[in-house]
């Protein structure tokens, strides 16, 4: 069992603000994934889970037991980094031996996990060459599998596929899901990467200015955002925002056009792009790019002076100076405070 | 020049003249450094492994006549080999010193933000803007008081503190040029700060420690003022040959020079690619 709990945790460098007092929970066995941008405090939360950093507030418990005073050694977990940090001087078999020699296990134990865990990591012809020999692909395998020959009751991966390229880390993805989901620990991932969260998380924390904005299910996060940066941030292309105008009996102005929308004195119209289609009557968009992906087409337009952009079946031809009418399905639409940023439920 | 714009060779020809001469001017610079270097090295083993009578002679052959007559000369004149262990004895009691104090400074200055770094960085330069003569006479007084002076001890300590600045700036180079990740990675996988460091950062750096070692050696082995200044009894090499400088033989001179040289030479040739990293040159 190791549930993570973190209380309050802030951290300053200096003047600078890196986390603002977080509080977050990682359920036993679960794959957290903590996104956002460079320098919203992710890595900096994941190095205080593990111990490199010490936070400034605050509590980190794991499975029951607080380890904010405790060295990385003492709590239990294993870390993958993001440049793999595959020992040079050592081979592959001793590299992921490393950890079990230090814990002083038997031989034949060593030999039984180095040789399990690199044919789970589909490395075990590698176990005599040096990090010298190997490419990007293979000494980030060899790095998953030091952490899980540990055997640990949590492992932290901080951006482990960013200096892959892009067809390997496609494949390493769907190879760590199997893999960490077979291995039953508590998991947290840092990327930046929305595809990676998205594809791999029981759960994300959106991380925003050293705050956590939104914990919440994949999907939840995509179609619920809590605020109005996580609509901004996820997405590909993320969600369109348009101002809203308070009129009669609880309709609200948007574009010229009037939409049913929440009780509160101020509210912005947000609408993610593949959830319009065109029709008679709508949001009156002047097409400025269009650009067929295949599937569908992306179409970059302005409505009401502001940039939108709306994402349609590509069975219709589009040309850039028309105007066409997008209506958005009405259950998708969301509102937000403009003052706090938050969703209005 | 001229107005057709089809002469094309013309303006051509003071170009690669310029190239020419430019080519011509980089190698006279490098055959003249080459010069520079060699042909003293050349003639002081020339001398030393010649007969005395040559020494003297002239014009002098290309190749020496390897008659080992001064070598033997040199070795069996009086003090010289107590002399030559003397300076084994400092040398390598000043590589100990100065890497035993370097090493840990360089590391500390790789991996740890401390108020004042950047002004510890400059001071430890700084102990080479003193010259030496100036501080020899506090020195030999001092070390008179402490029971110090001519003792191996007493010139290695010296001798530790010439060494010193390159030892911190090498070995600063060395550990910096690690990742932090793989002692990050060794702690979170059951290492103390200890372990990581004789683990996974001493058998990357040993390399580079043992050839900023050797440069610690050279640079005792070399040094002559301290050494003539601070023992009497017990002197170095350099020291003694500079006693005996005015009254000894041509052949001995050239032998002895050529005995310090030699180790010098081949331990700097040895490390040569280490000492670039003091600089920042990446070698990796």
Redesign the interface.
């Known amino acids: 069992m190791a549930e993570i709990v973190i209380k309050g945790v802030a951290k300053q460098f200096g003047a600078f603000t890196a986390l603002h007092s977080v509080d977050l929970t990682i359920h036993d066995q679960e794959f957290m994934v903590l996104l956002g941008a460079s320098g919203c405090g992710k890595t900096t939360l994941l190095r205080i889970i ?3 950093e010490t936070p400034s507030q605050g509590e980190v418990w794991i499975g029951g037991r607080r380890v904010d005073h405790l ?3 003492a709590r239990g ?3 993958v ?3 793999y ?1 595959v ?3 050592l081979t592959v078999f001793e590299n992921i031996a ?2 079990l020699r ?2 002083k296990l038997p031989q034949a134990e060593v030999t039984r996990r180095v040789t399990r865990t690199a044919e789970l990591m589909h490395i075990e012809q590698l176990l005599k060459r040096y990090s010298g020999e190997l490419s990007g692909g293979q000494r980030q395998r060899v790095a998953v599998a ?1 952490a899980l020959a ?1 055997e640990p009751d949590v492992i ?1 991966m901080d951006e482990p596929l960013s200096n892959l390229d892009a067809l390997l880390r496609l494949e390493m993805r769907a190879e760590l899901k199997g893999v960490l989901a077979a291995s039953k620990t508590t998991t947290i991932y840092v990327t930046h990467d929305q595809v990676e969260a998205m594809s791999l998380a029981d759960r994300i924390s959106v991380m925003n200015g050293g705050f956590i904005v939104q914990a919440d299910k994949p999907t939840q996060v995509y179609r619920n955002p809590a605020a109005r940066f996580v609509g901004s941030f996820i997405g590909n292309p993320p969600m369109n925002f348009l101002p809203a105008k308070r009129g009669e009996n609880g309709r609200w102005h948007v574009a010229g056009k009037d939409f049913d929308g929440p009780d509160v004195a101020a509210a912005e119209f947000a609408i993610r792009p593949e959830d319009m289609h065109p029709a008679k009557a709508g949001l009156e968009a002047e097409v400025r790019v269009v650009e067929p992906l295949g599937p569908h087409t992306l179409v970059t337009a302005q409505v009401a002076g502001q940039p939108f952009r709306a994402v349609l079946e590509s069975d219709r031809a589009i040309s850039p100076g028309e105007v066409i009418t997008l209506a958005p399905i009405p259950d998708r639409i969301r509102w937000f405070d403009p003052e706090t940023q938050e969703a209005i439920a | 020049m001229t107005a057709e714009a089809s002469d094309v060779p013309v303006a051509a020809t003071p170009q690669v003249a310029v190239n020419r001469a430019g080519r011509f001017l980089f190698w006279a610079g490098i055959g003249l450094l080459v010069l520079w270097v060699l042909v003293p090295i050349w003639f002081l083993f020339v001398n030393a492994l010649s007969a005395p009578a040559e020494v003297t002679g002239f014009p002098k052959r290309f190749w020496p006549s390897f008659d080992l007559a001064s070598v033997q000369f040199f070795w069996n004149f009086q003090g010289v080999t107590a002399a030559l262990w003397n300076s084994v004895k400092v040398a390598v009691l000043t590589m100990i010193l100065a890497i035993g104090m370097g090493a840990p400074a360089g590391y500390a200055l790789s991996r740890f933000d401390f108020p004042g770094k950047e002004f510890f960085r400059v001071l430890v330069i700084m102990t080479r803007a003193f010259p030496l003569p100036l501080l020899a006479l506090p020195l030999a007084v001092m070390f008179i008081r402490t029971g110090l002076d001519d003792t191996v001890l007493g010139l290695a300590l010296v001798h530790a503190m010439l060494a010193l600045p390159f030892a911190v700036l090498i070995t600063f180079s060395l550990f910096s040029g690690i990742p932090v990740e793989l002692e990050e990675a060794a702690w979170t996988l059951g290492c103390t700060r200890l372990q990581a460091f004789t683990k996974v950062v001493l058998p990357l750096a040993l390399p580079g420690i043992m050839a900023s070692a050797v440069f610690a050696f050279v640079i005792s082995w070399n040094e002559v003022f301290a050494a003539a200044v601070l023992t009497i009894e017990n002197r170095t090499l350099t020291a003694f040959l500079l006693q005996s400088l005015n009254v000894s033989p041509l052949p001995l001179k050239f032998a002895g020079g050529a005995a310090l040289v030699l180790p010098a030479l081949i331990f700097i040739f040895a490390v040569r690619k280490y000492l670039f990293a003091m600089w920042g040159i990446a070698n990796r």
Do not use: E, V, W, Y
């Open positions: 593990a111990g490199l060295p990385p050694r977990i294993a870390m980094f993001q440049n940090a020992f040079p001087h490393f950890g230090m814990a030091r540990m932290l």
